[in-house]
Every structure is written in C-alpha cells, then in structure tokens.
C-alpha cells in the first residue's frame, strides 16, 4: 500500500538552513548537508529544500549543495527557488535533485510548467503555491515573492482555479503553503486543504501549520493529502519522526516502514 | 547493509542517457564504495562488468536521446548483467504508450525482452504513483535479503502490467512490475537509489551478479 509521507522543509538562505514566522524574522537553523543528513537517518520520507530568497532576488538557487545533499542522502528530494527555465531546471535534476518546485516563475510564465513537463516528465514538475485566506473577501488568493515581504504580492489567481491550471499544464505534484499558518503550528488548513483535495487529482503535499502530531492525523484523515510538509517542528525537536509515525500508524495511517535486512543481506563480493 | 569489500575490481559504467537522474545513480553506487563512469562510448559500455541504464523523462524523448547516440545495438547485444532503473526499466520491453504530453502512438523500446509499457491502471487512484510502496518478490537475485513487503521509492505514471518476466511486484489500484528479468537484463520500476537501505542493498546484490 502506498505510504503517506512525512516531509521534512528546509528554508535555504545564503546557504544555511533558516525557519521564519509567517514568511518573515528568518532565522538560521543550521547547515543544510548534516541536516538533510540527520532527517534521512530519523526517517524522513522526502525532503524538500527552498531557497526562499531566489526568486525575489533574480537569481537562480545556489547550487553547489544540490549535488553534496544528493551524494549522501538516500531518499528523494525536491529543489525549489528562482526556476525559471528549462536549462535552470536541467542543471538542478543532473546535480541529482528528483524533482524541482516552481512557484513565482509559473505565475509569471505558466508556459514553463508545459515546457517542464514535456523535457523532463510529469515526475519531477512539482507546483508551490502560497494561498493566503482574505477574511474580508472569503477568498483564498494566490500570492507570489513571498520570500522577500517588501516584493510579495497578490497574483490575479484563486487557489482553485490555478489549481486546476497547473495540473492541465503538466503538473506531477502540487505543494499547498497555507500562509496563515504557517509557522504558527496551530495546525494544517484542513478546511481550505479539503476543498483544493477535491480540484486536486495529482499528488496533494499539505503545508504550513504542523505544531503537534494531531495535526498530522487530522490533514491525512480529514483532507487525504498524499503528503504531509512542517519545518519548525521537526528542527526544533518538537516532534521526533519515529514517534509521528508510530502515532499515524496506530490512526490507520499508512506510513513507510524501515525494515531490518535478513542474514541472507550481504556486502559486495571480493 | 554488509560494508562492500573495496579490493574489488568490477568494473561499473552507468550508460548516458541524456536522463536527469544519472547523478543520483551515480552518487548511490560511490555510497557503496565501488567506481562508476559515466560513459556513451560504444567501447567503454562493452567492457563494463556490470551496466546501468537510467532514465527519467518520457520514454519517446529517451528513446531519441540513445538513437542519436547510436547506442541501440549495443545495449542490444549486451551480455554482462544490465540493470534499467525506471525509465530505464521501461525502455528495456518492445513499446511504450508515453509519447510527449499529448502523444498516442506506441513508440518502440529496445526490445531487449518481450512486453509493453502502459499508462497505469489505478482504478480511480491518483496518478502519478508518487511515494513510497511495498515490493513483493521471489527473494531471488536482486531481492537476496530484502524482506517481502519492503517500501520502495516509486514515480511513474506508465508501467508494464505482470507477465511472465515479472521479478517482483508492486500494487497501486492493480498489480503491475515492480522488476522484470530475462537472461542478463534487469529492470526496476522503482528507484534503488533513493530508497534508502533497501535499495542499497538491491545495488549491491546487482553488483554481485
């Protein structure tokens, strides 16, 4: 049976890893390779690394770390910040990232996402967005440079409709920030996670808002998304992955199991 | 996962493909302490002790890559152990329905077994199969030591359906290949290279071939 996942996110800055509070006070965690390293290890089942300054910034993401997470971790991993082309996206996937995550740069040129999708496969063209709930529309809108507060600004999108957008475009796989959760960790918009579930035919990874393990239980239960993103509580050791884990088990939640290899497993022969 | 004996002198070629993921292939065999190259010479693929062939993409857009590269006959007439890792997998039956986004001609493989890659059946499910899912398998060759219902790391949207080459098994919606064999050719549709301990150790029973 195919396991929900549990997804560590790294902020990248300056190549240090960096958690602010609603997109904002940034500050660093620490290096990216021992850290993408130790959640490999603590059992993380992909990992998602975004420069959050890049696109703001008209650069693309730093990429001398791709290659050294990709020589000593084991598990997938996703690449996002600043890309905006074919060749952008090319030369993170050879330095062995498995997919990339464009956000700013489909908003801007929605073409890309087709381009992606033809060159390199649904497989590794994964959508960001960062949808903002506006109480006094009562509408979830689409925001873009949300690394950067004095450059983010409202798209001309509603989070349903791009949704639905980016998946006729090529998309393989959509991340959803809810930023008025995010970093808070009172919990995933299940209710808004719910309502994009249902627009959503591609693999759905809910993000923004994780403090405690019920929460992860309510957005696999309530919202069946495919994946589950946090940050600040997995760098900050407020939830240790295995204990997660055991917890969504015992929910009915399928999760990845580590097993132990038999006596018959053996090293390479002489 | 047993420490790899590094007096040993196989040598490794991973074929270049032109793919995207030959990087992590490579960096997941450097993780178990054998060399690699990387290589399209005609030469060097046929003196490889053991060959990988990687791939992620479509397959119509694989299939051009090793065309233009005059590589078909080669990996053709291979005789040492060749393992396809996902697309590679794929490309290494007699035709896939995965053209470009819109296509909907079969295009022809390699034909170094018999089968057919087909868009996934996953009665309602999502697609792609994106995420980490259990293998069951006849605890043979490249399973050696791998418990039955071991999760490994899957993305596709196409897959070859079970038949009579199926090594190993895999169920999203319907069963469908989680490995294929014939002769010296191995296939998996899942990516050893990012599954952690278990495909390390599937490596290295490919490599012990």
Redesign the interface.
């Known amino acids: 049976m195919l396991a929900k996942r549990i997804i560590p996110c790294l902020d990248v800055r300056d190549g240090k890893v960096v958690k602010g509070v609603q997109f904002r006070n940034h500050e660093i965690i620490g290096d990216i390779v021992p850290l993408a390293e130790q959640y490999a290890k603590a059992g993380a089942d992909e990992l998602v690394f975004y420069d959050i300054t890049a696109s703001s910034d008209a650069r693309v993401v730093d990429k001398s770390w791709v290659s050294r997470i990709a020589q000593v971790i084991d598990i997938p991993f996703c690449v996002a910040g600043g890309i905006k082309s074919i060749e952008d996206a090319g030369r993170i996937l050879e330095m062995g990232a498995d997919k990339i995550s464009i956000n700013s740069p489909a908003l801007n040129n929605p073409e890309l996402i087709n381009a992606l999708h033809d060159v390199y496969g649904q497989q590794c063209v994964v959508i960001g967005i960062d949808s903002f709930y506006n109480q006094d529309t009562n509408q979830y809108e689409v925001y873009k440079f949300t690394g950067d507060e004095s450059r983010t600004q409202k798209s001309q999108w509603q989070t349903i409709d791009w949704i639905k957008e980016v998946q006729s475009r090529g998309a393989g796989e959509i991340v959803l920030n809810c930023m008025n959760q995010d970093g808070v960790r009172n919990g995933y918009d299940v209710k808004q996670l719910k309502a994009v579930r249902e627009a959503c035919n591609v693999p759905l990874i809910a993000s923004g808002g994780a403090g405690e393990i019920s929460h992860f239980t309510d957005v696999f239960q309530q919202a069946d998304v495919d994946g589950a993103l946090a940050a600040s509580v997995f760098h900050k050791n407020i939830i240790n992955i295995d204990e997660l884990k055991a917890e969504l088990t015992a929910n009915g939640v399928p999760m990845r199991k580590r097993h132990g290899l038999t006596a018959q497993a053996e090293g390479i022969n002489p | 996962?047993?420490?790899?004996?590094t007096?040993?002198r196989q040598k490794i070629v991973i074929v270049n493909t032109g793919c995207?993921?030959?990087?992590?292939v490579r960096?997941?065999l450097?993780?178990?302490?054998?060399e690699v190259d990387v290589s399209d010479d005609i030469n060097v693929i046929n003196s490889a002790d053991k060959v990988f062939l990687p791939g992620?993409?479509?397959a119509s857009?694989a299939m051009a890559s090793i065309k233009q590269k005059g590589l078909v006959s080669t990996l053709q007439s291979l005789t040492q152990p060749v393992l396809g890792v996902c697309?590679g997998m794929q490309l290494m039956v007699e035709t896939s329905a995965e053209g470009?986004?819109q296509g909907t001609e079969d295009i022809g493989c390699l034909s170094l077994m018999p089968g057919h890659v087909a868009r996934m059946e996953a009665n309602g499910?999502?697609?792609?199969?994106?995420?980490?899912?259990?293998v069951t398998h006849s605890n043979e060759s490249l399973f050696?030591?791998?418990?039955q219902?071991?999760?490994f790391?899957f993305?596709?949207?196409f897959a070859v359906p079970e038949y009579e080459h199926t090594l190993a098994s895999c169920?999203?919606g319907n069963a469908f290949s989680a490995a294929i064999n014939k002769n010296n050719f191995y296939g998996v549709q899942f990516?050893p290279?990012?599954?952690?301990?278990?495909?390390?150790?599937l490596l290295?029973n490919f490599?012990?071939l």
């Not at chain 2, 995207?20 to 992590?24: D, E, G, K, L």
């Not at chain 2, 050696?144 to 418990?147: E, L, N, Q, S, V």
Request: no cysteine.
């Open positions: 996962m047993s420490v790899v004996n007096n040993q995207a993921n030959i990087s992590s960096f997941a450097e993780r178990l302490g054998v992620v993409g479509t857009a697309l470009g986004f499910l999502r697609l792609p199969h994106m995420g980490w899912n259990t050696k030591g791998i418990p219902d071991t999760y790391y993305v596709h949207s169920t999203y990516h290279e990012r599954s952690g301990e278990a495909g390390a150790q290295t490599v012990n």
